[in-house]
């Protein structure tokens, strides 16, 4: 909903100085066979604040990740983004419309055919190469594309079949940068 998307970019402008951070309370959720994968789920994750999911493969960490990307809804409980300090009443209720303050480097190689820089604009149109650069910098790409012969203006293959999966997981990484969203979501991103 349009009016929705203008919520949440109202909502981040607000707080963009404070920080935003992400809430779930009382989360139940189970999968359409009736397999329960959360129970009363109690999640905090403050602003500017490093969060990682340990546990066994099965045990409910990429559902966590649908939820709040809001890809999925739970049977029960709340999910919202809150701006630091603030109280309830200044919390956003996740939704497909809050996605766009989010970061998401996914499983695996989320990457397509055309240039690096191509695939780093799809999240930034306007990013200009040393805005690029720098991401990729950050997420310690550069040492590889760098010494490629047209740098971010390589052509790569579909998948980002033309590298190892740890570049270009570092190339999605560097993409989830240059969006500059308020939350970072990876998963298994090592």
């Known amino acids: 909903d349009f009016s929705d998307r203008k919520q949440a970019e109202a909502f981040y ?9 992400v ?5 139940s959720y189970a999968y359409h066979t009736g397999k329960k994968v959360l129970t009363d789920v109690d999640f905090w994750a403050e602003p500017g604040q490093l969060t990682g999911l340990v546990g066994a493969s099965g045990g409910g960490k990429t559902t966590m990740l649908r939820l709040l990307l809001s890809l999925l809804e739970p049977q029960q409980g709340t999910m919202k ?3 630091d300090g603030s109280n309830s009443e200044q919390a956003l209720p996740l939704s497909p419309a809050t996605r766009q303050l989010y970061a998401y480097v996914p499983q695996g190689s989320a990457m397509f055919s055309g240039t690096i820089a191509d695939n780093m604009r799809s999240v930034k ?15 310690c790409a550069w040492e590889f594309i760098g010494q490629l012969p047209d740098t971010i203006y390589e052509k790569i293959g579909e998948r980002g079949n033309n590298f190892s999966e740890g570049q270009a997981q570092r190339l999605s990484i560097a993409r989830a940068l240059l969006k500059n969203a308020p939350v970072l979501l990876f998963d298994e991103a090592t």
């Open 81 to 83: 983004l809150y701006a």
């Open 13 to 21: 402008k607000k707080n963009k100085q404070s920080g935003i951070g």
């Open 23 to 27: 809430c779930m309370e009382n989360v």
């Open 125 to 139: 149109p306007d990013a200009t190469d040393k805005e690029i650069i720098d991401c990729l910098k950050k997420a």
